[in-house]
């Protein structure tokens, strides 16, 4: 300013009469008064609203980058154009047994981090056709190459100006466990149906229907040759299927003898019609011709 030359912008803090200051960005310009006067015209722009928006920035990036290091969740955060890794958490790493220098500013490709390359491509269009998906189930390869099964969700945000996706897996494999071993134990005990209505039907039969106390019979009902026999196949376990195979019938009549037994003996599924028979001691009444 001494030397009457122009001040280039640059940010200060401004004294107030208050005692506090406030940021500016100024600059000073050379000019002459009407009485050929040296001056300098300074300009000032307000830069609080600005600082105070960098700082809150700061802030919650500050918060997001150290939620993000400890979630319990393993999140990944890669690039959106050209899905390179920017950061992993320590979840993360725990459950793929990756080193952190190993991952970060590769692609997951590079590392085979999905089960396939059609699965990452999925989870690629995923992003690129709207930006977010949710509960999309994956299989993560580990460092040692062993899956891991999870669900995934992703989600596109803004991280230090830079369009990311920030990913998030749910270790299922225990449930997934759990699920196949049930299914497993399910399809054992159907395989022996015969188990299944000796046993399980006996008991069910026992609780639905108890002994009348004054020892009275139970009601009879009419039946043809051919209900007594499909009936007897029902108690069996055998499917429409297997009756109509048995029998020589199409499944179709099977269907209708099946339909009309139930109405008969007021039964609506094979578990009533099985105890309805095993309450009678398959008694079912006198036999008439069809």
Same mark, same amino acid.
């Given at each position: =300013?001494?030397?009457?030359?122009? @001040?280039?912008?640059?940010?200060?803090?401004?004294?107030?009469?208050?005692?506090?200051?406030?940021?500016?960005? #100024?600059?000073? %310009?050379?000019?002459?008064?009407?009485?050929?006067? &040296?001056? =300098? +015209?300074?300009?000032?722009?307000? #830069?609080?609203?600005?600082?105070? *928006?960098?700082?809150?920035?700061?802030?919650?990036?500050?918060?997001?980058?150290?939620?993000?290091?400890?979630?319990?969740?393993? =999140?990944?955060?890669?690039?959106?154009?050209?899905?390179? @890794?920017?950061?992993?958490?320590?979840?993360?790493? *725990?459950?793929?047994?990756?080193?952190?220098?190993?991952?970060?500013?590769?692609?997951?490709?590079?590392?085979?981090?999905?089960?396939?390359?059609?699965?990452? !491509?999925? /989870?690629?269009?995923? +992003?690129?056709?709207?930006?977010?998906?949710?509960?999309?189930?994956?299989? #993560?390869?580990?460092?040692?190459?062993?899956?891991?099964?999870?669900? *995934?969700?992703?989600?596109?945000?803004?991280?230090?100006?830079?369009?990311? /996706?920030? &990913?998030?897996?749910?270790?299922?494999?225990?449930?997934?466990?759990?699920?196949?071993?049930?299914?497993?134990?399910?399809?054992?005990?159907?395989?022996?149906?015969?188990?299944?209505?000796?046993?399980? =039907?006996? !008991?069910?039969?026992?609780?639905?229907?108890?002994? &009348?106390?004054?020892?009275?019979?139970?009601?009879?009902?009419?039946?043809?040759?051919?209900?007594?026999?499909?009936?007897?196949?029902?108690?069996?376990?055998?499917?429409?299927?297997?009756?109509?195979?048995? #029998?020589?019938?199409? !499944?179709?009549?099977?269907?209708?003898?099946?339909?009309?037994?139930?109405?008969?003996?007021? &039964?609506?599924?094979?578990?009533?019609? /099985? +105890?309805?028979?095993?309450?009678?001691?398959? %008694?079912?009444?006198?036999?008439?011709?069809?």
């Amino acid at each position: =300013m001494k030397d009457g030359e122009t @001040i280039p912008q640059m940010e200060a803090g401004l004294p107030l009469p208050a005692g506090n200051s406030k940021m500016v960005l #100024l600059a000073g %310009h050379p000019a002459e008064m009407s009485n050929n006067e &040296a001056c =300098m +015209i300074f300009t000032f722009a307000d #830069l609080e609203p600005r600082h105070r *928006a960098e700082q809150a920035l700061r802030q919650s990036e500050e918060r997001f980058a150290t939620a993000f290091r400890f979630a319990p969740v393993p =999140m990944l955060l890669t690039s959106l154009d050209g899905h390179r @890794i920017l950061n992993v958490n320590h979840a993360f790493l *725990a459950l793929t047994d990756w080193g952190y220098e190993s991952v970060v500013g590769r692609k997951p490709a590079d590392i085979e981090l999905f089960e396939t390359a059609a699965t990452r !491509r999925e /989870i690629e269009r995923k +992003i690129a056709e709207s930006g977010a998906f949710r509960g999309y189930e994956v299989q #993560l390869k580990t460092s040692e190459g062993q899956l891991v099964t999870c669900l *995934a969700s992703a989600e596109t945000v803004t991280i230090n100006g830079q369009f990311c /996706i920030l &990913a998030a897996f749910q270790d299922i494999s225990e449930r997934k466990r759990t699920e196949l071993d049930l299914i497993a134990a399910i399809e054992g005990a159907m395989r022996d149906s015969s188990w299944l209505s000796q046993k399980i =039907m006996d !008991r069910l039969a026992a609780l639905r229907t108890p002994a &009348a106390p004054d020892g009275s019979a139970l009601p009879t009902v009419e039946l043809t040759r051919r209900e007594r026999e499909v009936l007897g196949l029902i108690t069996q376990g055998r499917s429409d299927d297997a009756i109509a195979d048995t #029998l020589g019938l199409k !499944r179709n009549t099977v269907r209708n003898h099946v339909a009309r037994l139930y109405g008969k003996i007021d &039964a609506h599924s094979r578990a009533e019609a /099985i +105890i309805w028979a095993r309450d009678r001691g398959h %008694h079912l009444g006198h036999t008439e011709t069809e």
